[in-house]
């Protein structure tokens, strides 16, 4: 199930767009929220205690520290499509490379820690059906052959078993795998801030999202 999950919540989220065709991204800022505390309360109880108990406290802070930056950077490629904004050219018909590449680093890396933590695979996938949902939406409303649109997300729905598969398979050091951990768990805490943020509306009270917010995180630390 750790390789079919993600695949299937890529897969179906295209498959829901395709079908329901949602026109407007802004429908699924709740689940955004959601999904943005649900990632951050599992990255804080379940990553942080085993990243730190595996190494150096400050070698794991620097490693936490290049995976914010290694995400800041993907982000000058991908327009923040990871945390639910595509700012691309609809209007293109190309194949959509930059952006692949960058969502493809930012999903095999999020597959490293669903080994050893098989709660974190629940974060994951909150995360990846809001943004699977907006990027099927913005290729749906964009000038990007259907063929190309599809061989897109078929391939993104299989980074994050892959990322998984190689630190099952091929990671054999202890010290590595908690050092690329801790690079995720700074992939993590960007994005799922980022979502919070903007999901503020303008620093505006909102009791919904407040509500979804606390929701996201008491589920976390029940899981």
Do not use: C
């Not at 010290?175 to 943020?197: D, E, K, M, R, Y």
């Amino acid at each position: 199930m750790n390789y079919w999950l993600p695949i299937l919540a890529v897969l179906l989220s295209f498959l829901f767009v395709l079908v329901a065709k949602p026109k407007h991204r802004e429908n699924f800022k709740l689940l955004l929220a959601f999904s943005g505390a649900f990632l951050l309360a599992l990255t804080l109880f379940e990553l942080f205690p085993k990243a730190y108990q595996n190494g150096d406290p400050k070698t794991m802070g620097v490693f936490v520290m290049l995976g914010i930056l290694l995400q800041i950077f993907l982000e000058f490629f991908s327009k923040g499509a990871e945390h639910g904004h595509v700012h691309l050219d609809v209007e293109k018909t190309g194949f959509p490379w930059l952006l692949f590449i960058s969502l493809s680093i930012h999903s095999l890396l999020e597959g490293f820690p669903i080994e050893g933590n098989a709660t974190i695979l629940y974060g994951i996938l909150i995360h990846k059906i809001p943004i699977a949902i907006i990027l099927s939406i913005f290729f749906l409303n964009s000038k990007i052959k259907l063929f190309n649109a599809i061989f897109f997300i078929v391939l993104f729905s299989l980074m994050t078993p892959l990322g998984y598969y190689i630190a099952a398979h091929y990671v054999i050091d202890p010290a590595f795998s908690a050092n690329i951990n801790a690079v995720v768990i700074g992939v993590f805490l960007h994005i799922s801030t980022v979502i919070l943020f903007e999901s503020s509306e303008g620093h505006k009270f909102n009791l919904r999202k407040l509500v979804v917010i606390i929701l996201g995180i008491a589920i976390a630390f029940m899981l």
